[in-house]
């Protein structure tokens, strides 16, 4: 355990996995056993780290300090500018993972993904969530201008063109502010040794160039690094309920 720990080059799930893998053998060893078949609590350890859950919600940590979120955690509903909000669950390597958001804006709204640090199954996050999308570090989303976007820290509420673009040829409509039944699906796929990608659906509409197949592919991140889905509103009143 001692050297697993030391092991750097491990990730939290590869760590967990020889954990796994040695409280086997050692129960094995333990109880003499000659045949290949686990134990029930053995086997329950292995769903326990090889499939690991997400849940579209938001985060009751990580969020601005007037951001309130309704008692399920799926709706948060900001009373002051500038208010942003995080998922509670990492998108890692190896998930495919979705949401749709139903919201409500008085003007401004940035949807999509924000990356974080994870230390010890435990997210490090050092952002401050009460001062608006401009000042967070690595959000990647679209804003609610139309072909206006945030591609991390060096590219925040700019306008996609042909002389400076990290994605080409996105085409998103300007969003409707002060209209409850708006939605937004986002779709991240993060498959193994691959970025991340993200697609967005608006009102059932898949974000893409006419005639053209689209991916917005986010980039490349550390081991011990993960996604996780971000809302980020500018004015009041202004809501966003996972549907």
């Known amino acids: 355990v001692k050297d697993v720990d030391k092991d750097a080059r491990c990730t939290r799930k590869e760590k ?16 003499d056993i000659k045949h290949h078949i686990l134990p029930k609590d053995v ?17 009751s940590v990580h969020k601005g300090t007037q951001m309130k979120l309704s008692e399920d955690d799926l709706k948060c509903t900001s009373s002051s500018y500038y208010m ?17 958001t139903q919201y409500y804006i008085g003007s401004g709204i940035t949807l999509g993904v924000i990356k974080g640090n994870i230390e010890d199954g435990k997210l490090k996050d ?38 400076v673009m990290p994605i080409k040829n ?16 986002i779709v991240v796929d993060f498959k193994k040794g691959e970025n991340a990608t993200m697609t967005y ?20 991140i550390g081991r011990e690094e993960a996604w996780y889905m971000f809302v980020d509103f500018e004015s009041v009143p202004s809501w966003a309920k996972i549907v």
Request: include cysteine; aromatic fraction near 16%.
């Open 201 to 220: 659906y608006y009102n059932g509409k898949a974000l893409t160039p006419k005639d053209q197949s689209y991916t917005w592919e986010l980039p490349q």
């Open 170 to 185: 996105f085409n998103k409509p300007g969003l409707i502010s002060r209209n409850a039944e708006e939605r937004m699906r």
């Open 16 to 31: 967990s996995q020889l954990l796994v893998f040695g409280y086997t053998r050692e129960t094995f060893a333990a109880q």
């Open 126 to 163: 050092e952002n401050n969530y009460s001062h608006g999308a401009d000042t967070l570090k690595h959000v990647y989303g679209v804003d609610n201008c139309s072909n206006t976007i945030y591609y991390g820290s060096d590219f925040k509420h700019r306008y996609i063109d042909e002389t």
């Open 84 to 100: 942003s909000c995080r998922g509670r669950d990492p998108i890692t390597e190896g998930m495919c993972v979705e949401w749709t």
């Open 43 to 59: 086997i329950q350890l292995f769903h326990t780290y090889y499939f690991e859950s997400w849940q579209a919600i938001w985060s």
